[in-house]
């Protein structure tokens, strides 16, 4: 069930996407496109939430203290969301002049895009909490809502009120408020076990500083590269090369559930003593082979499925969808194969996934005149970062089984 529903909620998504692309046109998608990656920066950074909440809670429902979690989120969820409104204050204005900056028609796009991310990290961390308890099935109705009511949203503001990248940008917004409506109600229900008790604030950091920085790598591996389009090319090029962006984000639809399973499956089986490299393996294997069906597509019928969804103003681009799923697939094997690490609390890996994006940014400051530049940086990235990885692992499927640290 999981993995149908962040299937079908992926579909939705990327089938807004493909929508939206052929209403507005290279130009203005190049704006919409642009700006959703900021979305998906933020919401990447933040999102160390979710899997942290999860493992925490996960523990103690394995250890049979469940009736601690619902005083848990009451301690997390107020300072977050003070925190959050405080960040709002702080970065409106520079979104303001980041957006000048990359050429935008107006701040509009830059700034919904900002709010839909900030919102969107109370979103996760509910996740969070419903994922840590194994409620997959209030997960999966979460990510439905939201899929839907984007959809739902974005078509009506388009058709209604405004072609344009501001209007498609109108449905992230409201698919993140009422995403976290039905979270707060599923999680409403436990109120009557709330028990006295602070937040152990000190696991808390153990997980999301480290993840945090994990995920500020992953989330410049996968978007700086549309914003650096959106700058240095021109914007017919700039909305194509999203348009092959979103069918690279395809994807994410095997990526998502593993995902969410990796970090409370590989908990549980950590804290009854059994190895976790092989399920991680499997994971990640799993992701890899189901992936590879749509790398095929994409690179020899890669014309015609960016004609077929996107129409004739894409095609050129085609070509670009494939090597952008290549890289998107080295990148989530890796973040897959990561969660071992994670689990053990041996963060001294994230010094690979910096390197990475360390590469990535200096490659595409310094090598953006053409657009094989820009692949060459993306791919140089991604593998400085896999095979080290791959090695570390064998090595720790060398070592005997480690106890529960935590």
């Not at 961390?125 to 999966?140: I, K, M, P, S, V």
């Not at 005149?369 to 090595?395: C, D, H, N």
């Amino acid at each position: 069930m999981l993995l149908a529903a962040a299937g079908a909620s992926a579909i939705l998504t990327i089938g807004y996407l493909i929508y939206v692309g052929r209403v507005l046109g290279p130009t203005e998608y190049a704006e919409f496109s642009a700006a959703l990656s900021f979305v998906y920066f933020f919401a990447i950074v933040f999102s160390p939430l979710t899997p942290a909440i999860a493992r925490v809670v996960a523990r103690r429902a394995t250890r049979g203290d469940e009736a601690s979690v619902p005083a848990l989120r009451r301690g997390v969820m107020r300072p977050l969301t003070g925190a959050l409104a405080a960040t709002a204050l702080v970065l409106a204005w520079p979104m303001v002049g980041v957006s000048r900056f990359l050429n935008f028609s107006s701040s509009a796009p830059v700034m919904l895009a900002f709010a839909t991310a900030l919102i969107f990290t109370i979103v996760s961390a509910d996740r969070g909490f419903l994922q840590g308890l194994f409620r997959f099935g209030a997960y999966n109705a979460s990510l439905l809502v939201e899929s839907i009511v984007r959809v739902v949203v974005g078509l009506a503001v388009l058709r209604l009120v405004s072609r344009s990248a501001t209007g498609a940008l109108v449905g992230f917004v409201a698919a993140v408020v009422i995403a976290e409506a039905v979270n707060a109600i599923v999680l409403r229900e436990r109120r009557g076990d709330l028990t006295p008790g602070a937040v152990d604030w000190p696991e808390l950091r153990r997980l999301v500083l480290p993840m945090m920085m994990l995920m500020i790598a992953a989330a410049a591996c996968q978007n700086l590269d549309m914003i650096a389009v959106k700058r240095w090319f021109s914007p017919d090029f700039a909305g194509q090369y999203g348009a092959a962006s979103a069918l690279a984000k395809m994807f994410g639809v095997v990526f998502t559930p593993l995902y969410v399973l990796a970090g409370p499956l590989l908990t549980r089986h950590h804290e009854r003593g059994e190895g976790i490299v092989g399920p991680a393996v499997g994971l990640a294997g799993v992701f890899a082979g189901l992936s590879s069906v749509g790398l095929f597509l994409l690179l020899y019928k890669g014309e015609e499925i960016m004609g077929l969804l996107f129409g004739t103003a894409y095609v050129e681009a085609a070509w670009l969808a494939a090597h952008l799923g290549a890289i998107s697939i080295l990148l989530h094997v890796a973040l897959l194969l990561a969660q071992v690490f994670i689990t053990y609390h041996d963060f001294r890996f994230l010094k690979l996934f910096a390197a990475a994006a360390i590469v990535q940014v200096i490659g595409l400051m310094a090598f953006h005149s053409t657009i094989r530049e820009v692949l060459a940086a993306l791919y140089g990235a991604q593998l400085i970062l896999i095979f080290p990885l791959t090695w570390r692992l064998m090595k720790h499927a060398r070592t005997p089984v480690q106890n529960p640290s935590i």
